[in-house]
């Protein structure tokens, strides 16, 4: 029912020592009550907190990985003088073209360009996928020893300093195709890391088929598979090397009591049971300045 010239208001925001009264209003006394009482009212978008702005993930580099498999030779011997790379039996896999984020991480992109066209004074190209976790990821670039199919000393590269710089870690891996600086999954010595010519230039790409949240914040993300998931889905499938629940527990043991043979021994879990290697690799001219950004 609507209040003529004089109404009471049920719900009086009075003090309380007059909550008992019930005194007669008119329209003019509500009307400044109304608009004079304390009250709380929603804050408007002026007064809501700006949102922090997106990382730059404008694609301003391309390279490309080629992985081929050469049936001759096994992941438990040397290869001598031998170079994968002119593996005369091989059998490639395919290519896959990655999209590097030049503007968010320039020294990370810088890098690993580097250790695509040979510029570092090492190269990628020859050298072994040597861990694939099924339904993760798969690792590629341990630097070590050339006739174990692992990277050479990039001694050209400069001291990457973007992996102790909170800004390199805000992306995630939310998806397959992502690209990362692997750091986290780092399995190298610690004597190697101690050599001045030491980098990090070991790599890691997702395979999906989903995320791969325990990655974030611990490795750099720096592009993504612009061409080729389907070489990353053939790369996933091949089997790996998996410890039995027993081995597991021995391992776990020795690891507790401070025995070095557990590491070494770890070093073989999820390898691939076929010699897959990076047969070629190279970087691509970007046709524009600068290609649609592509968030991962």
Known sequence: MSCSSTCYIPSNPLPPHLHHHRLPLNRRSFLFLSTTLPFSAPLTSSFAAAAPPQPDTTITDRVFLDFSVCPAYFLNRTLGEYDLSVCSESEPLGRIVL????????????????????????????????KIFPGQFFVAGRQGRRDKGEVKPPVQL??????????????????????????????????????PNYHNVEFLITTGPGPCPELDSKNIVFGSVLEGLDVVTAIASIPTYKPGERIRQYNEFAEFIGDERAKTARAIWNRPLKTLYISNCGELKVAKPTLSPTLP
Do not use: Q, W
């Open 99 to 130: 999209g590097l984020y030049g503007n968010l991480v320039p020294l990370t992109v810088a890098n690993f360009k580097a250790m695509c066209n040979g510029a570092s004074g090492s190269t990628y190209k020859g050298t072994l996928i040597h």
């Open 158 to 195: 400069v001291r990457n300093t973007e992996s102790v710089e909170s800004k390199a870690f805000l992306l995630e891996h939310s998806r397959p195709g992502v690209v990362s600086l692997c750091l986290s999954e780092n399995d190298d010595d610690d004597d190697l890391k101690l050599n």
